[in-house]
């Protein structure tokens, strides 16, 4: 759903929408299962120039590779959210970069005659990405040696392994 400023400046938007998966491209890491639903609110903030809030809840399920094991590891997500989008400032010179101030860490930046509620959703769920996905708490991963995963199978390569440069270390 794009949030067109014209329409914003005459009254806020309300959504109720769902995504189905591949609507919204979350990267090959993260793959939606599912449809993701999305409810909210979206205006145009007064007295400033041009900055647009959108609020909502958003509800869905992702998977992920485990990053202990690899096998998929599912998270459902069921939250709120609160964006901030100002317009892209007209860069001068060599300059890329904007300076940002310390509240706003949050803030994106759109260009053009409005924003696009996808493009905001997709930026919200891969920042609030755990910072390690596991497919249960307590997975063991893979065996570093060969690589049999630890949760089906049972290796004694630990048991085979001796002389091991480290072995003086179990020692002290």
Do not use: W
């Not at 940002?100 to 924003?115: A, C, N, T």
């Not at 893979?142 to 020692?171: D, I, M, W, Y």
């Amino acid at each position: 759903m794009f949030f067109s400023l014209t329409e914003l400046e005459h009254h806020p938007v309300l959504f109720d929408l769902t995504y189905q998966p591949g609507e919204i491209d979350c990267g090959e890491e993260l793959r939606q299962k599912g449809p993701l639903h999305t409810a909210g609110q979206a205006e145009l903030l007064r007295n400033t120039l041009g900055e647009i809030r959108i609020r909502g809840t958003v509800q869905a399920d992702f998977e992920a590779d485990c990053d202990r094991c690899l096998e998929p590891a599912l998270q459902h997500i069921d939250t709120s959210y609160d964006l901030f989008f100002r317009p892209m400032p007209k860069l001068g010179g060599n300059h890329s970069e904007v300076r940002l101030e310390e509240g706003e860490i949050d803030l994106s930046f759109y260009q053009g005659e409005g924003v696009e509620l996808r493009d905001g959703l997709r930026d919200f769920i891969i920042v609030n990405q755990p910072m390690q996905h596991v497919c249960q708490p307590d997975c063991k991963g893979l065996c570093p040696h060969c690589g049999a995963n630890r949760n089906t199978t049972e290796c004694n390569c630990a048991e085979q392994r001796t002389g091991s440069k480290l072995a003086g270390l179990k020692r002290l």
